[in-house]
Nanobody, 124 residues
C-alpha cells in the first residue's frame, strides 16, 4: 500500500504564493496529481504529470499561475501556486496512480489509486 503525505498548506492573502508538497512512501507510482475540493463543491483536478514523460496537464483555471513538478527521485510532487485568488481556497489533495498514463483522462478521479489526506489552502 502506498501512502501519500501532503504538506505546505496555509493561509495567504490574495496575490500571494504557496508551495504544496506530497511525498509517496513507495516508488511504485506512474503519475501524480493535485486535486482540490472547496466546501459544497465537487473535487476537481488541478494539475498532473507522469513520471518519465514530459507531459504536464493543467486545469484552465490555474494555467500560468500554478506549476507542478517532481523531485529528482520522482517520489515527491510539488505544486507551486502563485497569484493566488480567494477562489483557490480549498482542501488540496495529492493523488497518484500505478497504472498506465492516459493524458486524456487525467481529470478522472477514478484513474487514481492513492490519495493523501488533504492540506488546506485559504486565500483571503
Amino acid at each position: 500500500h502506498v501512502q501519500l503525505v501532503e504538506s505546505g498548506g496555509g493561509s495567504v492573502q490574495a496575490g500571494g504564493s504557496l508551495t504544496l508538497s506530497c511525498s509517496a512512501s513507495k516508488d511504485a507510482l506512474m503519475y501524480m496529481a493535485w486535486f482540490r475540493q472547496a466546501p459544497g463543491k465537487e473535487r476537481e483536478a488541478v494539475a498532473a504529470r507522469p513520471k518519465n514523460l514530459d507531459e504536464i496537464q493543467y486545469a484552465d483555471f490555474v494555467k500560468g499561475r500554478f506549476t507542478i513538478s517532481l523531485s529528482r527521485n520522482q517520489n515527491t510532487v510539488y505544486l507551486q501556486m502563485n497569484r493566488l485568488e480567494p477562489e483557490d481556497t480549498a482542501l488540496y489533495y495529492c493523488a497518484a496512480g500505478s497504472g498506465g498514463w492516459f493524458g486524456g483522462s487525467w481529470t478522472n478521479i477514478a484513474e487514481y489509486d492513492y490519495w493523501g489526506q488533504g492540506t488546506q489552502v485559504t486565500v483571503s
